[in-house]
């Protein structure tokens, strides 16, 4: 095999994996739920029509969005339907790529032609990323926004404006506030929140009815979002429920999001940027109410700085359980969700267990490199007084 076989192997393995994606689409009649809901919401702008007051799909789906996303979705009224889940799936592979591409510079790699549509052709059958794909989701797009922005260097101009502009489509976002403010990165903090606030500000003239009714009413609803104890939640909320079989864990998961908010912050604080940046990500997903399976697209990053980091094995066994889909495979139909037993706890939460372990693998390396800075000084210090 010559030095240039990975050059036509990537591309082809690309493709492969497209024909396959685009083979399964055509054949399972995709729906793309939440890109009709996209469209509506567009529709309901357009035509001046109640924007939180529709339902659509045969699931019923409400928008759930903050009104700046609305704005955004204008245009898709007017796309037909096909061309809309076409635009997408296209979208949504290119965004892939670019996710690929900046999780690569993020973590120290050279994201090198071959190495991203490689790494592109599988990361498309990870679960989170299929699934974006498969319901015509925003995941992609904002995850590239958020670390794009906060992987520029320090000082670059309008830093963390792009993670307030993320944060007025999917308020999850907001998590890096607090984030920046651990860091002692005040400023960045404060362009994130005037970004958040450009969005909420424009959304408030062009839709000022839907602006209150979002932020004194819908935003609270979380059951407006869906059932927090099946599967599909892979938030600290969705596994208590489930571990505790009940459909509200209440005070018990108030406490562990708190905890787990804390420690999370504590770490973002002690660790370096890379892992810092990783730590605050898994920790706005694990507390969040709700985190859909297709919001942990952040596992393409993690999988990316396990590599960099010299961890191959790891960053493989990752990948194998954001692809294995073992959520899927436990019994999930009406509210088995509620009636699984122990054993087959841990597939059904694969995700907050991965989450919870960057926590503390995170945790534990600051701890290792304050301890050995520590010694170091103590040694410095010794060989000064002899």
Not at 65 to 74: I, R
Not at 212 to 220: A, H, P
Not at 310 to 319: C, D, E, F, N, S
Request: net charge positive.
């Amino acid at each position: 095999m010559t030095d240039r076989s990975p050059r036509a192997v990537a591309p082809a393995l690309l493709g492969l994996s497209l024909a396959a994606l685009a083979a399964l689409c055509l054949t399972l009649r995709i729906p793309m739920a939440d890109a009709l809901v996209y469209r509506a919401e567009g529709a309901a702008v357009a035509h001046g029509t109640s924007l939180y007051g529709f339902t659509v799909t045969a699931w019923r789906l409400p928008a759930t969005y903050p009104p700046f996303a609305a704005l955004l979705f204008v245009p898709a009224a007017y796309v037909p339907l096909a061309a809309l889940k076409a635009a997408f799936c296209v979208g949504n592979v290119a965004l892939c790529a670019l996710l690929v591409h900046l999780s690569c510079r993020f973590a120290g790699l050279a994201p090198g032609r071959t190495v991203v549509l490689g790494a592109t052709a599988l990361g498309l059958w990870l679960e989170p990323v299929f699934q974006t794909l498969l319901f015509g989701q925003v995941n992609l797009a904002l995850a590239c926004l958020v670390l794009w922005d906060l992987s520029r260097p320090a000082g670059a101009p309008g830093k963390g404006f792009a993670v307030g502009v993320a944060a007025g489509i999917k308020l999850t976002p907001l998590f890096f506030v607090p984030h920046l403010l651990v860091r002692g990165r005040h400023r960045e903090a404060l362009t994130v929140l005037a970004g958040f606030g450009a969005t909420v500000l424009l959304g408030a003239l062009v839709l000022p009815d839907a602006s209150v009714e979002f932020f004194t009413r819908r935003l609270f609803e979380t059951g407006r979002v869906g059932k927090a104890w099946i599967v599909d939640n892979q938030s600290l909320q969705g596994l208590l429920a489930r571990l505790l079989h009940t459909t509200a864990p209440g005070p018990v998961w108030a406490l562990a999001a708190a905890a787990v908010g804390a420690a999370g912050l504590w770490t973002a604080h002690r660790a370096d940027e890379r892992r810092a940046l990783l730590v605050s990500a898994f920790t706005a997903l694990l507390i969040s109410p709700i985190s859909w399976s297709h919001h942990w697209v952040w596992c393409v990053p993690l999988i990316a700085v396990l590599v960099a980091e010299g961890h191959p094995r790891t960053a493989a066994a990752t990948a194998v359980v954001f692809t294995a889909r073992s959520l899927w495979l436990v019994p999930h139909a009406g509210d088995l969700d509620l009636r699984l037993p122990l054993w087959q706890q841990p597939l059904a939460a694969p995700y907050p267990l991965i989450g919870l372990a960057v926590l503390g693998w995170a945790a534990w390396r600051a701890r290792a490199v304050g301890v050995d800075s520590q010694l170091s000084a103590r040694s410095s210090s010794a060989s000064m007084i002899r």
